[in-house]
């Protein structure tokens, strides 16, 4: 996260966080506001799923960490190696949670895309389990799929991009 927008980013990623941890919450339109993100979602829809037991412990001990930055802005400061460490812990963890990756404007990753997690236990004969289905992919497409199965039986299909629309 070298970028001059922290404050910004400590935001965004700390109110994610709470949204993250209450499981009351939900998504908002518009609510994913950050001037510093590369390409802002246009909502967040959380994945229960991926809200493990140590996902949930892992969010609160950070969540507990960030409140004293939370309560003292002036002390989010680039130089501070554990507010970054910890904030990118943060990111990795909200990433999975909501499905997507967060890319902040000076950042040498990615751009924000579209993550897939597919669990199948089995797919049955004559029976399609398809991560993701475009037309055409453009140079702007960011898209990471995991699949996970145990048995595909013969005649079944796994897929992970079918490429009929559009992506990017």
């Keep these: 996260m070298a970028t001059t927008a922290l ?26 506001a950050c001037a510093a993100l590369v390409e802002p979602p246009a909502s967040l829809p959380r994945n229960a799923e991926a809200l493990t037991e140590e996902r949930l412990n892992r969010l609160a001990c950070s969540a507990r960490e960030l409140a004293v930055y939370q309560r003292n802005p002036n002390l989010i400061q680039l130089d501070d190696k ?6 990118s812990l943060v ?9 997507q990756r967060f890319t902040f404007e000076g950042e040498r990753r990615p751009a924000a895309g579209v993550r897939i997690v ?8 004559d029976a ?21 199965t145990k048995i595909v039986r013969a005649g079944g299909e796994l897929t992970g991009l079918d490429i009929e629309g559009t992506l990017g």
């Excluded at 935001?11 to 908002?28: H, I, K, T, V, Y």
């Excluded at 554990?82 to 904030?87: E, F, I, K, P, Q």
Aim: aromatic share 8%.
């Design 82 to 87: 554990s507010l970054v460490r910890t904030l």
């Design 118 to 125: 597919q669990r199948v236990d089995e797919v049955e004969q």
């Design 128 to 148: 399609v389990a398809r991560g993701a289905r475009a037309q055409r992919v453009t140079d702007k497409a960011a898209v990471e799929i995991d699949q996970f």
């Design 91 to 99: 990111r990795d963890d909200l990433e999975v949670v909501y499905g």
């Design 7 to 32: 404050p910004q980013i400590f935001g965004f990623l700390f109110g994610r966080l709470g949204m993250a941890l209450d499981r009351r919450a939900e998504s908002r339109e518009g609510e994913s």
